[in-house]
């Protein structure tokens, strides 16, 4: 099997730059935020590139990656879906959210992490102490997550407990909520519609979680038009 060394990563890395998009660099740093460089690379490609580091020894990449650009930390988080053991898995996880600043890297590698539908117990535990961490994205990496692999029978009341404890102000965590909360109401209504009516989420929080629903093709007027009248002023 293949595995990492410097050489090799340094090949990968010009690779990287090769595929550099200007246009799309441009437009990407008007909607993301980060401390890292910006190559310019479209995330499919981004995920092409991912799924042939799995089939090589993806350990010996993670322990050899670095964090120079935005788009090798992203590449780090995708391959870490393809890890298959539970416990190597969230080791990895935890080790790269500590790098995530801005949404695009939180957003785009939890959507890949399809091993928490299979181990949803564990990654629960690990839920719990992001949404505790006093890191912005971590908070939101532990919202994101529920929002992508939670909102079902077995949690949807875990889940309202889970962010009416959230007292936060930032910005991403708050907006992550209210994505959440939309999501809710669309899969369980009746139970969402109840928490809307005794929830403890601010007022920023819950006037967005309201305008999120209403926007939604997916939620009748009817609802909508009683959603609108539940806004705080």
Same mark, same amino acid.
């Given at each position: ?80 879906? *393809?890890? @298959? ?8 996880? &935890? !080790?790269? +959210?500590? #790098? %995530? ?93 109840? *928490?809307? @009516? ?8 819950? &006037? !967005?979680? +309201?305008? #999120? %629903? ?20």
């Amino acid at each position: 099997m293949f595995i990492w060394n410097d050489l090799n990563y340094k090949k990968l890395v010009t690779y990287l730059n090769n595929l550099s998009d200007n246009n799309y660099k441009k437009f990407n740093k008007k909607l993301i935020t980060t401390k890292y460089k910006m190559i310019g690379i479209r995330v499919p490609l981004i995920r092409n590139i991912a799924k042939k580091i799995s089939k090589t020894d993806i350990i010996s990449f993670l322990n050899i990656v670095k964090s120079n650009s935005y788009e090798e930390v992203l590449l780090e988080g995708i391959v870490i879906s *393809y890890i @298959k053991d539970i416990d190597i898995s969230i080791k990895y996880f &935890n !080790k790269f +959210i500590k #790098k %995530i600043d801005n949404w695009a890297l939180c957003d785009i590698s939890i959507s890949s992490m399809k091993i928490v539908n299979n181990y949803k117990d564990k990654y629960f535990i690990q839920i719990k102490k992001y949404l505790n961490s006093k890191d912005e994205f971590i908070v939101r990496v532990g919202i994101v997550l529920l929002l992508n692999y939670y909102i079902d029978s077995k949690y949807i009341d875990s889940i309202f407990i889970l962010i009416d404890n959230i007292n936060r102000e930032e910005y991403y965590i708050n907006m992550a909520i209210a994505w959440l909360v939309s999501i809710c109401f669309i899969k369980y209504r009746k139970k969402t519609y109840n *928490y809307l @009516k005794r929830n403890k989420l601010n007022k920023f929080t819950y &006037n !967005k979680s +309201i305008q #999120k %629903i209403i926007e939604s093709y997916r939620v009748s007027n009817e609802d909508k038009i009683i959603l609108k009248k539940m806004k705080r002023r």
